[in-house]
């Protein structure tokens, strides 16, 4: 059956909502719904001022109330939604001139990352029936403090890591992920807060 005109963008929206949602809830101990919502056309105005910078317009997610930029301005947020052919295994067993969909995905985030001067990146999947997925940097984990440097991410929730060959000029990187039920489930936004804090003075100290 072919898809309807524009089906697929309004599923795609209606994902970033459900995604800006999710995140606020979590941000807020589930205080709020509304602290992040969708990009202006969904990071199509960022791109369309060619040679200015539209402040918080990069990416799919961006922050509505002060208190979320703390996540915004550390990660720039992609939200990726369908492709049910489509798996992160492709990333692992793709031939070596293959471009899977996935690598595309992480592509673009890194791009949107570089674009938004964010110091992170974070991509946030569904597949359609599956849970949906978030992945990130496996630098950025490194540097989340969990009340201790002994306590990482990777042993607090289920995860899983991907060291990925992007292309020649980008080396293999690490990604983290894990489903966004088990990443929103715990509540301690800290790490996050503490993180864009350093990252702020070290801006500072390099001007």
Same mark, same amino acid.
């Given at each position: 059956?072919?898809?309807?005109?524009?089906?697929?963008?309004?599923?795609?929206? %209606?994902?970033?909502?459900?995604?800006?949602?999710?995140? #606020? +809830?979590?941000?807020?101990?589930? *205080? &709020?719904?509304?602290?992040?919502?969708?990009?202006?056309?969904?990071?199509?105005?960022?791109?369309?001022?060619?040679?200015?910078?539209?402040?918080?317009?990069?990416?799919?997610?961006? %922050?509505?109330?002060?208190?979320?930029?703390?996540?915004? #301005? +550390?990660?720039?947020?992609?939200? *990726? &939604?369908?492709?049910?052919?489509?798996?992160?295994?492709?990333?692992?067993?793709?031939?070596?001139r293959q471009r899977p969909t996935y690598l595309k995905f992480v592509e673009q985030a890194i791009k949107e990352k570089r674009a938004?001067?964010?110091?992170?990146?974070? +991509?946030?999947?569904?597949?359609?029936?599956?849970?949906?997925?978030?992945?990130?940097?496996?630098?950025?984990?490194?540097?989340?403090?969990?009340?201790?440097?002994?306590?990482?991410?990777?042993?607090?929730?289920?995860?899983?890591?991907l060291a990925v060959k992007i292309s020649e000029e980008v080396k293999d990187i690490g990604i983290v992920g894990t489903s966004l039920s088990e990443f929103t489930r715990?509540?301690?936004?800290?790490?996050?807060?503490?993180?864009?804090?350093?990252?702020?003075?070290?801006?500072?100290?390099?001007?």
């Open positions: 059956m072919a898809r309807k005109p524009g089906s697929g963008k309004s599923k795609g929206n %209606a994902f970033e909502r459900k995604v800006s949602k999710r995140l #606020s +809830l979590w941000w807020t101990s589930g *205080k &709020h719904d509304d602290i992040f919502w969708r990009t202006d056309t969904s990071g199509g105005r960022a791109t369309v001022r060619k040679g200015k910078r539209t402040y918080g317009q990069h990416g799919d997610i961006c %922050a509505r109330h002060k208190s979320g930029l703390a996540l915004t #301005s +550390l990660c720039t947020i992609e939200c *990726k &939604h369908g492709y049910t052919k489509d798996s992160l295994t492709d990333l692992i067993d793709r031939q070596e938004a001067k964010t110091p992170y990146w974070m +991509l946030i999947t569904q597949r359609t029936g599956r849970e949906p997925l978030v992945l990130f940097p496996y630098d950025m984990m490194k540097k989340l403090s969990f009340g201790s440097d002994d306590i990482l991410f990777t042993d607090l929730l289920p995860n899983f890591f715990w509540k301690d936004r800290k790490p996050y807060i503490q993180l864009y804090q350093q990252y702020k003075k070290y801006k500072a100290r390099k001007k």
